[in-house]
């Protein structure tokens, strides 16, 4: 082991710790080190594909992007993907292990402890300094016995630890104070100091709180974090930040129902930042509206689930509307499949063994099979000739005669299916709308009006740069690479 090591636990879920681990990821980068992100668990239907075809989550791969490094299934060595809310996917170093109910995976955690502690190992002999993300909440004391994410990580690995509190929820000094009461004497030795995160106004007003957290628990405060407008740039890793997710706003609207389990969801991220372009999210509820230009369904962990969700609400007679309107429909992964006449699922892959109609928009079936397709992907739009990457994750075989009209060419094989008129399109790849060739002809398509300039350089580069000189305003990084070991 070469690397400097230093882990960020946080007080609760969506306090910050993803954000600050790919800012200091970045930070670090431009100072000429090699940084590694690691996660021991991470639960997301957001996921991305490695160069040695596994899967970890999407908000790793960010981090690995802040850091210059390449995807590897060690910086997520588990990753649960929903599937119910008491059953999940757990896919281990990048491979499925199986489907577990929530008590079931419990029991199967210490089991799992010695092959996490093997990924951060081999993180940390590659690379001159790893940042740790902790799960949840770094207290929960009716999971520690069986935590290997947490402080059961902290102290298997032997590891420094760093506590962030959200103060835009306000309570960070109770939760750091009770945090501190729930660990023991040596969990609480690990702990080198509180970040605040997502704070505004003047941090001069903070300072009695300062005093109250470092008198009771005898942890400094490292430094107040300012509240990141470069943040909304960067995907959401989870489904619940779907509605802080806007659109840049413009004539074209695109409308996308938020399914169950939606997965992926960072797919539409270039279209949301396109100005001129309306991206709405759909909550229960919403009728696709009557100005839409077009729709697109994404991928879900429970395709079948998706589909009857979708005529629950009554989508899919809002998407035959759109259509005699003249939109247009696409469909991703799932959504795809969704798009067909039937998805089968006769072994109960993905939830009770049967079959349900799907929306019958393109002449395609699909079964579910155990078999999932993990693979990085350079094609062709077969439409606008314009090349397009990104990587394919699903479960299901698709067949019909829609599949003679391929939508891409993927070195020669074709993949997805366009409808006759042109107006339904589907595809398993996921990233597309990253190729700004491509975005822009689609966009250009169906009547969009956009500006030649208004997309030079990439927003998400933009918008770690950004995270990562906020991050070196308002903290030291030194004083934090010192308590890194």
């Not at 938020?258 to 709405?280: K, M, Q, S, T, W």
Request: with cysteine; proline share 6%.
């Amino acid at each position: 082991m070469t690397a400097r090591r230093l882990m960020v636990l946080g007080t609760g879920s969506d306090v910050g710790k993803s954000l600050l681990v790919a800012g200091l990821a970045r930070a670090y980068a431009r100072r000429g080190l090699k940084v590694a992100p690691f996660k021991a668990q991470n639960m997301s239907n957001n996921a991305a594909v490695t160069a040695d075809g596994g899967e970890i989550g999407r908000a790793q791969a960010l981090q690995a992007r802040a850091a210059g490094a390449p995807l590897s299934v060690d910086m997520n060595p588990v990753l649960l993907k929903p599937e119910t809310d008491i059953d999940c996917q757990v896919v281990v170093r990048g491979q499925v292990r199986g489907r577990y109910s929530a008590s079931a995976y419990q029991a199967l955690k210490p089991d799992l402890r010695a092959e996490v502690v093997a990924s951060l190992n081999r993180l940390s002999a590659s690379h001159d300094l790893v940042l740790i993300e902790g799960a949840g909440s770094g207290a929960e004391r009716y999971l520690r016995p069986q935590d290997i994410s947490n402080m059961g990580l902290a102290e298997a690995a032997d590891l420094p630890v760093v506590l962030l509190g959200d103060e835009s929820r306000g309570g960070v000094t109770a939760a750091a104070i009770g945090h501190h009461r729930l660990w023991t004497e040596t969990e609480r030795a690990r702990v080198k100091g509180v970040i605040v995160t997502k704070f505004r106004g003047d941090p001069g007003v903070f300072s009695p709180a300062a005093r109250d957290i470092r008198a009771e628990t005898g942890w400094p405060v490292l430094g107040l974090l300012r509240w990141s407008e470069a943040a909304r740039a960067l995907p959401e890793e989870d489904s619940l930040g779907l509605g802080r997710r806007k659109g840049a706003g413009g004539r074209l609207v695109i409308a996308v129902p938020e399914l169950p389990r939606i997965a992926n969801f960072d797919d539409l991220d270039p279209l949301a930042a396109e100005p001129g372009v309306d991206l709405r999210w759909l909550r229960p509820g919403q009728p696709v509206p009557g100005d839409a230009d077009a729709a697109i369904l994404l991928g879900s962990k429970t395709t079948r689930a998706a589909l009857d969700a979708i005529r629950a609400e009554g989508w899919d007679i809002d998407l035959q509307a759109l259509l005699r309107r003249g939109g247009r429909v696409i469909g991703l992964c799932a959504g795809y499949q969704m798009l067909g006449r039937v998805v089968r699922d006769p072994e109960g892959i993905e939830g009770p063994p049967g079959e349900t109609p799907g929306l019958g928009l393109l002449d395609i079936e699909t079964v579910i099979t155990g078999d999932k397709r993990l693979a990085r992907i350079e094609a062709t739009d077969r439409i606008s000739a314009q090349p397009v990457t990104g990587y394919e994750i699903h479960m299901g075989r698709v067949a019909g005669p829609a599949t003679a009209r391929p939508w891409l060419d993927l070195d020669g094989t074709p993949e997805g299916a366009v409808s006759a008129d042109g107006r339904v399109m589907g595809s398993h790849v996921h990233g597309l709308f990253g190729a700004d060739g491509f975005r822009r002809h689609w966009l250009a398509g169906i009547g969009a009006d956009l500006s030649p300039d208004a997309m030079a350089g990439d927003p998400v580069e933009r918008a770690l740069d950004r995270l990562a000189e906020e991050i070196e305003a308002d903290l030291d990084l030194d004083e934090l690479l010192t308590l890194a070991r």
